[in-house]
């Protein structure tokens, strides 16, 4: 990736990730803590993936996405939490330079990948729920792949986009990024010249924009549905309608609230600690909860892991 964007010749030929320096006697609990999250993260994922597989009854639009929604979480995850968990266990926190930048590339394509694919979910159950006559026709198959596929063009433009402009920047300050991973603001602080600021004011106006658009597309699809949802006359009918919507929103609470955090939060004096507990949230945190809402919230979901998983549990045991 990094050879594709044409990088800068730079004075830095690698980076310190200070990160979790700040918490030095914490460290072995953090790696501890943060694995089991990681390989749980993962378990969950691949269970809602291996359980839509084998259920036929789930091959539907709406499970699709969710299937690109747990690959697009994988892939984000393994971006990060490795290279992270391998350094809470090192005495050396460097990085190459290209493989910075194949970090930021990666995590901002399948960060954005994964806020575009909830949008289509958002869409899915508008169509859904508003539209049910015209559903097979909106969500036909090769409907529902274009949506996906989009979805990963769109993360991955972003994710180029951003990491060219951060690395055809001059890195020539000190090389400690106060941070565990490559991330957009801590690496600006370590770039001079004349373009740090439009660079840094480009970057963050397309961030925001990206998620506020998705984040809004969002708001319409629900309250179209939320409209339609009151005006039918049974109480049942109501709940059975809004309880296919109920993990997808609760999902997208939990993203777009820590996005907003990060994205929106005022431009003061940042600590290290703060800056690396606040990046747990979204890193770690939002990653581990995904899964367990989908697979909780989800009735059908639910229903379908409990008859593919403990069914063949309870053969091997009998």
Known sequence: VAAMLGLNHTFQSQFILLGFSAFPHLQLMFFLLFLLMYLFTLLGNLLIMATIWSERSLHTPMYLFLCALSISEILYTLAIIPRMLADLLSAHHSIPLVACANQMFFSFTFGFTHSFLLTVMGYDRYVAICHPLRYNVLMSPRACACLVAWSWIGGSVMGMVVTTAVFHLTFCGPNEIHHFF????????????????VVAKG?????????????????????????????????EGRHKAFSTCVSHLTVVVVHYGFASVIYLKPKGPQSLEGDTLMGITYTVLTPFLS???FSLRNKELKVAIKKTFLSKLSLQNS
């Open 182 to 197: 490559c991330h957009v603001p801590p690496l600006l602080k370590l770039a001079c010249g004349k373009n740090v600021l």
């Open 203 to 235: 970057v963050g106006l397309v961030c925001i924009t990206a998620l506020l658009g998705c984040c809004l597309l969002i708001l319409l699809s629900y309250a179209f549905i939320v409209s339609t949802i009151l005006r039918i006359p049974s109480a």
């Open 291 to 293: 899964p367990i809402i």
